[in-house]
């Protein structure tokens, strides 16, 4: 079984692939709204804090993407600041809010670590979809939480989602395809075959993920595996666990209010996909 380790690579060479896997997966906007259209618990979830949580001050949401949980909080009548760093999923959800109108949108292409916000000027910080997990290490983590602790108004929310470091997933053969799911390209009408497989990083606690697209065969899931994919994906996503969670998170100046299993509430267990967040921002400085 093929193994990764930093060591064996060079930095310029972790650096591009890191890169790479912060950049690839978001190159197409009308795929990526593909593939994720049927992903909704999250976003009642984020749409049930929002109206549990009510601010006169805006929402701000970290990742904001082609705004699968942007547009259903101005649905709902809450004022958004969407932040991004890829300005193509952003001018998607830019077109997508200009078919509805919608003047409670702020659009900012920024990184989440350096928050273009004035200090407390915000009710409510939403980080959802894992976007967390493309800070690869502990101190960009930290940064992050500690604008969101800079911009919210005392008293107010941070919610969040990332995965649940799963061992057995992780430790799977690299080599070996996975998920191999066909479908048809939304804007070339292609019909493919996705799959994925992935290498983990032990020091980094980085897994990086390979998707591949494939012409398909026929009408079931079949490729030709002597021609390449037509086009591979890069993803990385950094594992963070728990505790890691809740220490970066006091560093901060945060409050931890809930870490559940997935979003329904349940208590976290090895059976969850999802570690689902809650923390605020507390009324008075520590010690006062």
């Known amino acids: 079984m093929a193994k990764m380790s930093s060591g064996s690579k060079s930095s310029g060479a972790i650096e591009r692939l890191l890169r790479a896997g912060t950049n690839d997966h978001y190159e197409d906007p009308a795929l990526y709204?593909?593939?994720?259209?049927?992903?909704?618990?999250?976003?009642?979830?984020?749409?049930?804090?929002?109206?549990?949580?009510?601010s006169p001050?805006?929402?701000?949401?970290?990742?904001?993407?082609?705004?699968?949980?942007?547009?259903?909080?101005?649905?709902?009548?809450?004022?958004?600041?969407?932040?991004d760093r890829k300005q193509s999923m952003l001018d998607r959800l830019n077109a997508k809010v200009d078919r509805l109108d919608d003047a409670r949108l702020e659009?900012?292409?920024?990184?989440?670590?350096?928050?273009?916000?004035?200090?407390?000027?915000?009710?409510?910080?939403?980080?959802?979809?894992?976007?967390?997990?493309?800070?690869y290490t502990w101190d960009r983590l930290l940064a992050c939480f500690e604008e969101v602790e800079r911009v919210l108004r005392p008293g107010g929310m941070f919610?969040?989602?990332?995965?649940?470091?799963?061992?057995?997933?992780?430790?799977?053969?690299?080599?070996?395809?996975?998920?191999?799911?066909?479908?048809?390209?939304?804007?070339?009408?292609?019909?493919?075959?996705?799959?994925?497989?992935?290498?983990?990083?032990h020091e980094t606690q980085v897994a990086h993920i390979r998707i591949h697209y494939h012409d398909a065969i026929g009408r079931g899931a079949r490729v030709r595996p002597e021609i390449p994919p037509r086009k591979t994906v890069q993803?990385?996503?950094?594992?963070?666990?728990?505790?890691?969670?809740?220490?970066?998170?006091?560093?901060?100046?945060?409050?931890?209010?809930?870490l559940e299993g997935d979003f329904d509430g349940d208590r976290l267990t090895h059976d969850a996909e999802s570690q689902v967040v809650v923390a605020q921002k507390p009324t008075k400085k520590r010690g006062a």
């Open 33 to 54: 709204d593909f593939e994720y259209d049927d992903q909704r618990e999250d976003v009642e979830w984020y749409r049930a804090r929002a109206r549990e949580f009510s």
């Open 57 to 83: 001050h805006p929402i701000l949401e970290l990742g904001a993407g082609t705004g699968r949980i942007t547009i259903p909080l101005l649905e709902d009548g809450h004022r958004v600041v969407a932040v």
């Open 107 to 135: 659009i900012s292409e920024s990184d989440i670590c350096a928050l273009p916000n004035h200090a407390r000027s915000v009710g409510m910080v939403l980080a959802p979809f894992n976007v967390l997990m493309h800070l």
């Open 159 to 201: 919610c969040f989602d990332v995965l649940l470091p799963d061992l057995e997933w992780l430790l799977l053969d690299p080599d070996l395809h996975h998920c191999r799911t066909r479908f048809i390209h939304p804007e070339t009408k292609r019909a493919m075959v996705y799959s994925t497989n992935h290498t983990y990083d």
């Open 235 to 258: 993803l990385a996503h950094r594992q963070i666990w728990p505790e890691e969670l809740r220490c970066l998170l006091h560093l901060a100046g945060l409050e931890l209010r809930s």
